[in-house]
């Protein structure tokens, strides 16, 4: 009886710490019980052993626009220059023009106008940073194609008629596992407060760091959703890259999913 016991106890603690533990690769059934009918795809990055699993490798490869993905290195780069300095700071002084989204009709720290994805307030923060240094740090990191020739407070807002710089996927991923495991010329300064303003959730897995993006056709109905980051979970750091495409897609459809497919693999 005591040896049925034993095994019984072994069996449960090995059952409950696999359900615990993260599952890298991913499972393609995991990520398209999650995407359904959606077109789409998820890279994500093991930044320890440099493994990646990716969903729809064709899709992980096309070059889009990054929206408000951007944010993440617009920050970095205003941190860098010192045109931006920490979380709280009063980064936003509304001009009075009523948007369609409430919480960007108000003044706004830099956490605060990063959470809301205000875009006149990044806008703002381009224009201060200039062409010639957004430029120099965009061939730094090998951003996408680093085309910025459209505007310094547009090039990566898609609009009829607009040539955006474009980043894949997977190359989203790769270059935020670079950021995260120093490769790339950022100060631990200015990665303290990008991390400070980009934690999504935490929970006694993981704590998910990200930032979302919307984009738009000519006629001005969403078509693309991004969500993009890091996730520190079990002693690692992973990153990821979920876009999809379609009709009324958004940043936070793409965001739900990628925490579906996180939580679905005890990452979360």
């Known amino acids: 009886m005591k040896h049925i016991l034993i095994l019984i106890l ?7 710490s696999l ?21 789409g795809t998820f890279a994500m990055i093991d930044c320890t052993s440099q493994a990646i699993s990716v969903f729809n490798p064709e899709a992980a490869r096309e070059k889009l626009p990054p929206c408000s993905t951007f944010k993440i290195w617009n920050t970095l780069t205003g941190l860098e220059n010192g045109v931006i300095s920490s979380p709280g700071e009063a980064f936003y002084k509304w001009d009075g023009e009523v948007r369609f989204i409430p919480e960007w009709n108000k003044d706004l720290t830099l956490k605060e106008a990063f959470q809301a994805s205000c875009v006149p307030a990044f806008q703002n923060l381009a224009r201060k940073i200039g062409p010639e240094r957004m430029k120099l740090w965009i061939d730094k990191i090998g951003y996408g194609d680093r085309d910025i020739s459209s505007g310094i407070d547009v090039f990566w807002l898609p609009a009829k008629g607009r040539k955006t710089i474009l980043i ?22 200015s990665m303290s407060v990008l991390k400070d303003i980009m934690v999504i959730k935490k929970t006694d897995k993981g704590i998910l760091y990200g930032k979302t993006g919307s984009g738009a056709d000519d006629t001005g109905k969403f078509n693309l959703g991004w ?3 890091f996730v520190q979970s079990n002693g690692r750091t992973y990153t990821f890259s ?11 459809d793409a965001r739900a999913m990628a925490e579906k497919i996180l939580e679905d693999n005890g990452f979360l």
């Open 10 to 16: 072994t069996v449960f603690l090995t059952t409950a």
């Open 19 to 39: 359900a615990d533990s993260n599952v890298f690769p991913i499972p393609e059934k995991s990520v398209q019980s999650v995407f359904g009918e959606r077109n």
């Open 168 to 189: 894949s996927p997977e190359g989203q991923a790769k270059l935020i596992c670079s950021l995260v495991t120093g490769k790339l010329p950022f100060s631990e300064k």
């Open 227 to 229: 969500f993009v980051g």
């Open 242 to 252: 979920c876009a999809i495409k379609g009709e009324k897609l958004m940043g936070k």
